[in-house]
């Protein structure tokens, strides 16, 4: 497995017989970078590997609707959607879904979770290993939330957790919001999450361009096995 680092929540993950990209948003510009993001998604476009293009939801920073131009280039391009994305054209090779979803498509099995903000997340099994892109799911535990949205949201939380717990996979890579919007709350999802799901790489997502916080949060979890993924720019290879 390899996988790419892009921009905020943007992930390429190659395996052996594909290519997944999730949560397309953007391309950063920014001159420190490891590969030029056109330049891959053109090898990508030339490669005979599958190409899988996942939305979690239709927030303007997980959803672009540049991707639906992808398929003009790659027949064999596939798009798994959050039904809360509007589309008004038809596009080829459309797959919406739905939290607490199970199907398979070509050499995947897909299954969806909740979200505590909007849409859904996905957990893939593909070439033998699992991997969880979280969207929007998070503790989103606010500063100035009161005690009762305080409560609302960490019951909402845990009990989608609970539900990825119960479909009893290892986690290979797990793409987890760690928002320093949050302030110091930014630790509380993905510290659950990882003492729920010890998954094998652990990797943040959704800091916008405070990539600090990546090398903060791997260093506040001195005592798990899962390996912390610290990421310090954008289009960056990160295994």
């Given at each position: 497995m390899k996988i790419y680092y892009v921009y905020h929540s943007c992930f390429v993950v190659e395996t052996e017989s594909s290519?997944?990209?999730?949560?397309?948003?953007?391309?950063?510009?920014?001159?420190?970078?490891?590969f030029d993001f056109k330049e891959l998604l053109n090898a990508i476009f030339n490669s005979n590997k599958y190409l899988y293009v996942f939305s979690s939801h239709s927030h303007q920073d997980h959803f672009n609707s540049e991707v639906l131009s992808w398929s003009k280039e790659k027949?064999?391009?596939?798009?798994?959607?959050?039904?809360?994305i509007k589309?008004?054209?038809?596009?080829?090779?459309l797959y919406t879904a739905?939290?607490?979803?199970?199907?398979?498509?070509?050499?995947?099995?897909?299954?969806?979770?909740?979200?505590?903000?909007?849409g859904i997340s996905f957990l893939v099994?593909?070439?033998?290993?699992?991997?969880?892109?979280?969207?929007?799911?998070n503790w989103w535990k606010w500063m100035d939330d009161t005690p009762e949205e305080e409560k609302e949201m960490e019951d909402a939380f845990k009990s989608i957790v609970d539900d990825?717990?119960?479909?009893?996979?290892?986690?290979?890579?797990?793409?987890?919001?760690?928002?320093?919007?949050?302030?110091?709350?930014?630790?509380?999802?993905?510290?659950y999450f990882i003492e729920k799901l010890n998954p094998k790489i652990f990797v943040p997502m959704h800091?916008?361009?405070?990539?600090?916080?990546?090398?903060?949060?791997?260093?506040?979890?001195?005592?798990?096995?899962?390996?912390?993924i610290v990421i310090s720019h954008s289009n960056q290879i990160l295994m």
């Open positions: 290519f997944l990209i999730f949560d397309y948003y953007k391309n950063s510009e920014d001159t420190n970078q490891d027949m064999n391009t596939y798009y798994i959607l959050s039904n809360d589309l008004y054209n038809s596009v080829n090779n739905k939290q607490n979803e199970e199907f398979t498509l070509n050499n995947l099995n897909i299954s969806t979770f909740g979200s505590t903000d909007q099994n593909i070439d033998g290993m699992n991997i969880f892109h979280a969207g929007d799911l990825v717990v119960k479909a009893n996979v290892i986690i290979d890579a797990a793409f987890f919001p760690v928002d320093r919007r949050l302030e110091n709350n930014y630790l509380c999802g993905g510290q800091f916008w361009d405070n990539f600090k916080t990546t090398a903060d949060f791997k260093q506040s979890q001195e005592n798990t096995s899962t390996d912390i």
